[in-house]
């Protein structure tokens, strides 16, 4: 029996038995120095990492999809995907090309396993239609990481890398509630995204729920569908709505391009904006502090390169060195902080281009 057959099925009897959890990716190696002032055998020996998983390990082939590139967000996705592969002397990278064909993307996943990559990085276009191709990769002995999009199966994926839709919201809600909560009578605004999509309904309860903390709630609300003209003509019918407006929340910064449009087209500057996804142009407006933006809240387009790296780990049998627990978490969740001027420099370097 090959070391890689017997890699795979301890990987596939991990991923039947362990329950799903949700943790925040912390990093993946040990982050305790060695103690430099102690030369005896037992200290050094205790200083130890648990594991260096950044040394050279077994060379691994990584499959990786993903749908076009068809705003800034997802841009980056591919982007940080390729950057994390780059990093590693040990991967190999086949990319296949972006769509959103959902059968062109199933015909992928399928060459993936005629080819025996040793791990699929997969974002699907939709998750419901991908889940039983992701299955046929999983029963092949291909460990599958799921980014973003959930598949409808939990057998369809090893691990599953997401951002925090709920959270989103939560974040923005509570930061307009820091700002307006003294004011009772304070008019709220919301731009979302497509209404049809779960995580824009889940950004939008986070949001009322947030508010409703405060004692505010959303007093005019808009959908749009995540692209700069439909951001701007969403919100050229929010202003006609509204004639006044203390804060609003637009839940996508690439829409947010148009969403600005509009706003300066109709000389409106007497609310605050709080963006969503954190874009660079966003956040070089906040840290310049001349438009409406006032905040943004990340959902982080760092997601497949970190599904990469958790790919890495697991092809190679594994751990993630800064958890006890061996292997690694079914599921990972990414926190969705509030960026401000006051730390718009540390976000800076991960945003995308809208």
């Known amino acids: 029996m090959s070391a890689r057959t017997t890699t795979r099925r301890r990987i596939g009897a991990f991923a039947a038995a362990t329950a ?34 950044d040394d050279l390990g077994d060379d691994v082939v990584i499959g990786f999809s993903a749908p076009a590139a068809d705003h800034g967000w997802m841009g980056a996705i591919t982007k940080n995907a390729i950057a994390m592969a780059d990093s590693f002397d040990d991967v190999e990278l086949r990319q296949a090309e972006a769509t959103n064909d959902v059968n062109l993307q199933i015909s992928q996943i399928e060459q993936f396993i005629n080819e025996g990559v040793d791990a699929i990085v997969l974002l699907p276009f939709d ?17 599958v990481i799921n980014v973003d999009r959930e598949f ?4 369809a994926a090893r691990t599953t890398v997401l951002g925090d839709n709920y959270g989103m919201g939560v ?3 509570t930061y307009i509630c820091e700002q307006l909560g003294d004011n009772p009578d304070a008019v709220v605004a919301e731009i979302a995204g497509i209404d049809s999509l779960p995580l824009t309904q889940d950004r939008s309860q986070g949001f009322e729920d947030a508010l409703a903390e405060c004692g505010l709630d959303v007093d005019n609300r808009v959908a749009a569908d995540f692209t700069v003209q439909g951001g701007e003509s969403a919100t050229s019918n929010l202003l006609q709505a509204a004639p006044e407006i203390d804060a609003i929340w637009n839940h996508d910064d690439d829409q947010g391009v148009g969403v600005m449009a509009a ?10 904006m709080v963006g969503g ?14 438009t409406v933006l006032q905040a943004t809240v990340v959902y982080p387009s760092t997601q497949a390169g970190d599904g990469i790296e958790l790919a890495r780990l697991i092809a190679q049998n594994k751990t993630m060195s800064d958890l006890e627990t061996v292997g690694v978490p079914r599921q990972v969740q990414l926190f969705a902080p509030v960026v401000t001027a006051d730390n718009v420099d540390e976000y800076l370097p991960t945003a995308f281009e809208s």
Not at 130 to 139: F, P, S
Not at 263 to 272: P, Q, V
């Open 20 to 53: 799903a959890t949700a943790l925040l990716l912390s990093g993946c190696t040990s982050n305790e120095p060695a103690d430099e002032g102690d030369d005896s055998e037992a200290s050094s020996e205790e200083a130890a990492p648990v594991s260096a998983n």
């Open 127 to 143: 998750g419901a239609a991908l889940t039983e191709v992701a299955i046929k990769a999983m029963d092949a002995g291909i460990p």
């Open 152 to 155: 409808s199966s939990p057998f």
């Open 171 to 173: 974040s923005a809600g």
């Open 263 to 272: 706003i300066e087209n109709a000389g409106r500057d007497e609310f605050f």
């Open 277 to 290: 996804a954190g874009s660079k142009n966003v956040m070089e407006d906040i840290q310049a502090g001349d």
